[in-house]
């Protein structure tokens, strides 16, 4: 880089908490914001944590009623959204806590912009449609990955047509992040280590971004480091690994939420919404074509990326060409990947990949990849990936 | 970032960026003060309505809010209002505080007249609706007052206005029956009252169904009641009603009361005139026989004039001297006879004029009898007067 991005940027935050109990506010801050009862969101696996009580007891020592909504799956649907929704205003709610991961803090999103805005979650698919804030949202999450904590997305699945669609609007940045590492050690590791994939992408394709900035540029960068640094195949079960991933989802949050994202992303949100696949995952098997087609664009970055993840790039000057497939090695590593399956292994067809560009090129994101693909990019990404 | 022209992706990440136009941070500033404006709107409404509202907590009955109409109308002010129990100026009909637990016993919204106590009028009266509500955890009562002062005059001046048209119509001797287009009464009068009791030998109900009134009394045998009913125009009948030996004679005059072009009311005038025929009849009886000395009269005249004109020939031929000393006492037979021909000319007329108002009988001889012990049994007039 020969000098700093100067171009127009902004920078929005929620207020967060971090450090051990942090969970434990959450009673507080619903008193803080005067709420009277608030919707409790959460899915049944986090139904079942010890570590839940402390959130609850908050709540109801600060003398805050609440109402609990659990049916949260994985990829949250429009239909759980207006569920969830509807119990908010039938049961009086005014505020919402979301204890859980990328889904659980997504589908709390979807409910408060249906509570406040009213209508169908699906009218608001798109960016900046949401025109009032929605109720105070407490956030607790339960991985480090996602973000949905401290970012302006939320990813909504409608199941009937296999797909995922964002909701953006800095009106979805959450109020206030509890970020405590005690329930990421009740994770189950495919989602422990799913996430922290998840983290890892967001910080690269927010660093690498053509939206982002000097202040994004230093989030992204220090989190892939801390990723690296504490990254191991059973980091949440080590308070201090996991601690250090989790502040590295948020560095990797406040960039790409800022900053944007990029193809992996919209390449993942294809994927997802046709396979229900988790999404960490799906960034990760796309990755490598993807840092390919960009490298050109922003080869200070992506060399700076592989300096971090200890690929010698003075020393031992690598052709570009050979990053991507060392870094993905090296991800591979870090994550305990054995192999890297091709779409073909996961249910993809070839049928299937004029549907997947379609999508990729439908899907916000792609706007701030670093290169702006074409469909037959994307086709050729895809046939390759299979 | 390259310009607008050249990218496709310029507006789109643009508003990734929060650079679009609604791109902001959440904040409830801008939806609170649009809420704020909308209830200061509505603030504005509520103090210019011409009606007293006041917010009221429960049960402890504190006024916690009140429009500016309550404190201008009440001519007092607000520190003298807020945070004062409602019982202090609202009172209900007798005078008595109002008990907002009373109150609320009878329901969730309910209507009173009440009073409210007013600086500059004393006690204005009101009609006070006043509905609990649950706001939170606490119970309000929102209480609006309207003054009825000018509704209150206006219904004075009805009551006066309908005690007179009542005391006319109880002032009236003929019956007044008023009915609805199916033939139930609205409103009837003491004279019919008194007729009804007669006529059927039993006390009045509330509500009568003509048709059955016209039944008991026997008026229903004549076509002409269904046809006076039936018809949409004004117009009259004439009716015997017979009580064992006894018969009144009773003119039924119906007036309708057309509303929009809709017959909704009737009003039915009953008017007793057995008296009235028995004297026609009596008085037909009384011009029949003058007539009948009157003819008799006129050939009494014929019967003078010939042999007066004969005497007067005969001593004028025999006597020429007494003819001229009788010729006065004869002219003046003559003159007598001629005005007693004028007379007869002139009552001529009288007797067509009987003969066209008198030539039908409403009684028939034979009911005369019938109809002068009705006038004798109800004193309808001087019995004294009357003897067939
Ligand atoms: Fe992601």
Not at chain 1, 6 to 14: G, I, N, T
Not at chain 1, 285 to 312: P, Q, S, W
Not at chain 2, 360 to 377: M, T, W
């Amino acid at each position: 880089m020969t000098g700093y991005n100067r171009a127009l940027r902004k920078f929005v935050s929620p207020e967060f908490i971090t450090g051990d109990g942090a969970r434990e506010f959450a009673g507080r801050y619903s008193l803080n914001f005067n709420l009277k009862k608030v919707l409790f969101v959460t899915d049944p696996n986090i139904e079942k944590c010890s570590w839940l009580s402390h959130v609850i007891d908050s709540i109801t020592d600060n003398g805050v009623e609440y109402e609990v909504f659990s049916s949260v799956t994985e990829n949250p649907s429009v239909d759980e959204v207006m569920e969830g929704a509807d119990v908010f205003s039938t049961t009086g709610c005014d505020g919402i806590i979301a204890a859980g991961g990328g889904s659980v803090l997504d589908c709390a999103k979807g409910i408060g912009i249906v509570a406040e805005n009213g209508g169908h979650i699906s009218g608001y698919i798109g960016l900046d449609l949401i025109k009032n804030p929605m109720p105070p949202l407490i956030c607790v999450p339960s991985t480090a990955g996602s973000s949905a904590d401290v970012s302006q997305y939320a990813v909504i699945s409608d199941r009937s047509r296999r797909t995922k669609r964002l909701i953006v609007s800095k009106s979805l940045v959450p109020d206030v992040s509890l970020l405590d590492p005690v329930p990421l050690s009740t994770l189950p590791r495919e989602v422990a280590v799913n996430s922290a994939m998840d983290a890892l992408i967001h910080a690269i394709e927010g660093y690498c971004s053509n939206g982002s900035s000097p202040v994004t540029d230093t989030f992204g960068l220090n989190s892939v480091e801390m990723i690296i640094r504490n990254m191991s195949p059973g980091y949440w079960k080590d308070p201090e690994r996991s601690f250090g991933i989790m502040i590295a989802s948020l560095y990797a949050g406040l960039c790409f939420s800022n900053a944007g994202l990029g193809l992996i992303h919209s390449m993942s949100h294809a994927l997802g919404g046709l396979t229900g696949m988790n999404h960490g995952y799906s960034s990760f098997l796309v990755a490598r074509e993807v840092l390919e087609f960009n490298m050109d664009a922003h080869l200070v970055k992506y060399r700076t990326i592989a300096l971090k993840f200890g690929i010698d790039c003075k020393e031992k000057r690598y052709e570009n060409s050979e990053l991507p497939g060392l870094i993905n090695e090296k991800i591979m590593d870090i994550f305990g990947y054995e192999e890297r399956p091709g779409l073909a292994d996961v249910g993809i067809l070839e049928d299937d990949v004029p549907e997947l560009v379609q999508r990729t090129m439908e899907d916000p994101c792609i706007a701030t990849n670093p290169r702006l693909p074409v469909a037959e990019d994307i086709k050729k990404m895809y046939l390759d990936l299979l | 970032m390259k310009d607008a022209e050249n990218d496709p992706y310029y507006e789109l990440r643009k508003k990734l960026l929060g650079l679009g136009d609604s791109s902001f941070r959440k904040t409830y500033y801008p939806v609170l003060r649009h809420k704020q404006m909308e209830l200061e709107r509505f603030r504005i409404i509520l103090d210019h309505i011409n009606d007293i509202v006041f917010l009221i907590s429960y049960p402890d009955g504190i006024i916690v809010d009140y429009n500016l109409r309550a404190i201008e109308k009440l001519g007092l002010k607000p520190h003298e209002v807020i945070s004062r129990e409602i019982s202090a100026f609202l009172f209900d009909d007798l005078g008595k505080p109002v008990s907002l637990k009373a109150m609320k016993d009878k329901g969730e919204r309910i209507l009173i007249r009440a009073e409210i106590a007013c600086r500059s009028c004393g006690k204005m009266p009101v009609e006070a609706d006043l509905s609990f509500t649950k706001y939170g955890d606490e119970i309000y009562c929102a209480i609006v007052c309207r003054d009825i002062t000018e509704r209150i005059q206006m219904e004075r001046l009805i009551l006066d206005s309908e005690s007179q048209y009542r005391t006319t119509i109880e002032a009236i001797t003929d019956g007044i029956l008023v009915i609805n287009s199916s033939g139930r009464s609205i409103i009837y009068n003491e004279a019919f009252r008194d007729m009804y009791i007669r006529f059927t030998g039993e006390e009045i109900p509330e509500k009568i169904d003509v048709s059955d009134f016209f039944k008991q009394t026997g008026l229903s045998e004549s076509g002409d009641i269904h046809a006076l009913m039936d018809s949409m125009d004004s117009g009259e009948i004439i009716g015997k009603v017979l009580l064992d030996d006894k018969m009144a004679v009773i003119e039924i005059k119906k007036i309708p009361i057309i509303h929009e072009f809709r017959h909704e009311q009737s009003v039915l005038i009953i008017r007793d005139i057995t008296l009235n025929s028995v004297l026609d009849e009596l008085r037909k009886d009384v011009l029949y026989q003058l007539n009948r000395n009157m003819e008799q009269f006129a050939i009494l005249n014929d019967e003078i004039r010939n042999p007066l004109q004969a005497l007067s020939g005969t001593v004028e031929l025999k006597n020429p001297a007494l003819a001229g000393e009788i010729q006065p006492f004869i002219n003046e037979i003559n003159m007598i006879v001629r005005r007693l021909d004028i007379g007869w000319l002139e009552s001529e007329k009288v007797r067509s004029m009987i003969k066209r108002h008198y030539g039908v009988s409403v009684l028939e001889k034979d009911e005369i009898r019938d109809a002068v012990h009705y006038i004798r049994e109800f004193r309808l007039g001087d019995e004294n007067t009357i003897n067939p």
